[in-house]
């Protein structure tokens, strides 16, 4: 396809969306034209299905219901949207993708990894990233940064042994998925991440200098 895609990953209070608001600017500057998307969400359809996922009421929904909607959003998003767009020959940038099913539902879940893997090749088909920025903050820090979890927000209100399964969850996206998985260090000030993030797309060839 003629587009790049690029996805941002990480586990909760990470900096993920103060990093996509800079390199949304940082864009802009360039005059780059990109599509930016959320996961699960990016179309009408997908957005309903996140409803129902982060809604506090459905404490009882499983593992695997919560998987297959997951993947039910992102299967709407790339036939509707990231695949139209990569045809026009444009820069996608969207806020999660599978991996954050590998690490939240294959590993903190326990639903297991190769499943996961077999689950997102069926939602997703050819629409692999380029190149996936995963945001590397271990939970104990974020969560200090960030300063306690969003009460509102059903995963954040998961106990700090499920956030160290989601970060162990990435670590092995991150070994099994290393030629598309660039691992930036984020314990530092925001703008010293962006300025990593830069180089890496830089390196890869998604961004000229
Ligand atoms: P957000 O905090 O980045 O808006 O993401 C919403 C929540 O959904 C967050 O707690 C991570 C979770 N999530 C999964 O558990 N699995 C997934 O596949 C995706 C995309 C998100």
Do not use: W
């Not at 990953?9 to 993920?16: A, D, L, Q, T």
């Not at 939602?123 to 960030?146: N, Q, S």
């Not at 042994?161 to 925001?190: N, P, Q, T, W």
């Amino acid at each position: 396809m003629k587009g790049k895609f690029i996805t941002f990953e990480g586990g909760e209070g990470v900096g993920k969306t103060t990093q996509l608001r800079l390199i949304r600017e940082y864009l802009e500057d360039k005059g780059v034209d990109a599509v930016f998307l959320r996961e699960p969400g990016g179309n009408e359809i997908s957005e309903k299905i996140r409803e129902v996922i982060l809604d506090r009421a459905n404490f009882d929904m499983t593992g695997m219901c919560e998987a297959l909607l997951y993947s039910a959003a992102r299967a709407q998003l790339c036939e509707k949207v990231i695949r139209p767009a990569l045809e026009k020959g444009k820069l996608v940038i969207c806020d999660r993708f599978t991996d954050s099913t590998f690490a939240y539902q294959g590993v903190a879940r326990g639903l297991g990894a190769d499943k996961i893997e077999t689950m997102n090749n069926l939602a997703c088909g050819e629409i692999v990233p380029d190149l996936t920025v995963f945001l590397d903050l271990r939970p104990e820090l974020a969560f200090r940064r960030k300063g306690g979890a969003d009460e509102n927000d059903r995963l954040e209100q998961e106990g700090m042994d499920f956030h160290l399964k989601v970060y162990e969850g990435y670590r092995l996206a991150c070994s099994r998925y290393g030629d598309r998985i660039v691992d930036i260090d984020c314990s530092s000030e925001a703008e010293v991440t962006h300025k990593k993030i830069i180089d890496a797309l830089e390196q890869r060839g998604i961004l000229t200098r």
